[in-house]
RNA sequence: GGAGAGGUGGCUGAGCGGUUUAAAGCGGUGGAUUGCUAAUCCAUUGUACUCCGUUUAGGGGUACCGGGGGUUCAAAUCCCCCCCUCUCCGCCA
């Protein structure tokens, strides 16, 4: 959520951040006219409930000493319907000015590019060779269903499509990962592992800026009014919500989690596979950090997802997203993508955002500053990276003309010295 | 799922319709005193919104005693619904 004080000194420049984002300008007048209305309102009201809580003082004092008070007692029972009737319009003005700044989207940052979808995003820098085989390198679900180690048929059946299912080495190779980087997190780069809840309630997707937006994007269990979470972000972040953090900044945290994705808007894209699929794995990382040193966190975020795949010796792009292909939640993210020689395509594996205050305001997270006030907290994460698609880059990159796939040396002692997947 | 007991400021804990502006203690902050540690004394003490003022500072008001409704001139206090915690019972990997 932005800061309404923000909407209300500099307008334009939160129109042109409405603009780049790819929203309609218009909210910003929309949010303006229920702020004045809503402050006028709350004025008048708040005038007539310091006098009733005079005038009730008053009957005590009066009563007290065996006066009658009959009178007056009558006159502020029409006080008291005033002031509901004035606390309804309040009531509902307020619940209006709320709905439209739960849609507006955070701002993206003076570094973000400006453009309108993803064709304007900005290449940072690419590191390592494509691979090249004197072989035509087959795609990962030739590659997996040959080894046996993925079974698309079956658990279609079980559950439906874009529900993939690892079997023996493919789901031991697929624990193998998350330990390596979980590992890798909390020992290197100084992250606390969480196992947070799976499903959550929907005052916490509203905190991460999930609701009102992707409601139709995730997996809901309308019995219990939980959702399955689409990704760590939403439990781990949420795990401050409506607290004034009093423990030393910055906090790192990283959780492995299964993240669940209905895909609504994506029918017929990379159907096939493990690309796009409903249910994946991922290991995420979420920081907490105080405002002034968010982007330089931003930055070392960034390389803890890079030390990931550098350890996995593959190759890598860094892009960093345009205005109109950021999140709604963030102000600035960088994607790290893969090359899949299967896919003859990039394959983004990881994005890492620094959020600002943005879902902080939402979630009421907070931190003491120097003087002891409280102040909204900076809120980051990336993932560590996503399972499937990494999973893919190795399956494709290693592959060697017999079938069999090679595993990257940092795995090894994760696969209890196995050093080749094979039939 | 059933029965019972609870949920009050950073913490402990009183209050159970109107001198509560939420007692008292602990803790925190500032100060006084004192070889040090410590002790003692004095003062102070939350959050959000809002209005006035403003270079700063400040001053007023409203709301907040788990959450949401209701009764009343007046609710931490009475009534209803929900959530959470604890104890016992039931069920259960």
């Not at 932005?2 to 042109?16: C, P, Q, S, T």
């Not at 409506?242 to 492995?256: F, K, S, V």
């Not at 690309?275 to 070392?300: A, C, N, T, W």
Request: one cysteine or more; charged letters at 30%; hydrophobic letters at 40%.
């Amino acid at each position: 959520m932005l800061d309404i004080k923000k909407i209300r000194e500099d307008a334009d420049g939160v129109r042109k951040g409405m603009t780049a984002k790819g929203v309609d300008a218009e909210v910003v007048d929309v949010v303006l006219k229920h702020d004045g209305a809503r402050r006028s309102k709350l004025f008048e009201v708040e005038e007539l409930k310091a006098k009733r809580n005079a005038v009730s003082k008053e009957i005590g004092a009066k009563k007290k000493s065996g006066e009658d008070t009959s009178d007056i007692q009558a006159e502020m029972r029409n006080l008291g319907e005033c002031i509901s009737s004035l606390d309804q319009e309040v009531e509902d003005i307020s619940g209006k000015l709320h709905e439209a700044m739960l849609t507006m989207p955070n701002l993206p940052h003076e570094t973000t590019p400006v453009g309108n979808d993803e064709s304007a995003n900005k290449v940072v820098k690419e590191v390592g060779e494509k691979k090249t085989f004197d072989f035509e390198p087959k795609g990962h679900i030739e590659i997996g269903e040959k080894l046996g180690i993925i079974d698309f048929p079956r658990a279609t059946r079980m559950t439906g499509a874009g529900f993939p299912m690892l079997v023996g080495q493919g789901a031991r190779l697929e624990r193998a990962l998350i330990a390596f980087m979980l590992d890798m997190h909390t020992k290197e780069h100084g992250y606390t592992e969480i196992a947070p809840p799976f499903l959550v309630n929907s005052e916490s997707m509203i905190g991460t800026g999930q609701l009102p937006k992707m409601a139709e994007d995730m997996y809901k269990i309308t019995e219990d009014d939980l959702w399955l979470v689409p990704t760590a972000e939403v439990p781990v972040t949420n795990i401050y919500r409506e607290e004034i953090i009093e423990q030393e900044l910055p906090i790192y945290l990283t959780a492995y989690t299964p993240c669940w994705r209905r895909e609504a808007g994506a029918a017929g894209k990379d159907t096939r596979g493990m690309i796009r699929v409903h249910q994946f794995d991922k290991v995420e990382m979420v920081k907490f950090v105080k405002p002034e040193g968010s982007y330089d966190e931003l930055e070392s975020l960034l390389q803890n997802a890079l030390d990931v795949i550098e350890r996995l010796d593959l190759n890598y792009r860094i892009l960093s997203l345009c205005s109109g292909d950021i999140s709604f939640a963030a102000a600035k993210c960088y994607d790290i993508e893969l090359w899949a020689p299967g896919q003859d395509d990039w394959l983004e594996v990881s994005s890492c955002s620094n959020f600002e205050d943005f879902q902080a305001r939402r979630a009421k997270i907070r931190y003491r500053d120097a003087n002891g006030k409280p102040q909204f907290i900076h809120t980051l994460n990336g993932s560590g990276v996503a399972l499937p698609r990494i999973m893919v880059a190795i399956l494709e990159n290693n592959q060697q003309e017999d079938g069999s796939v090679i595993l990257p040396e940092a795995l090894v002692p994760y696969m209890d010295g196995l050093i080749k997947l094979t039939c």
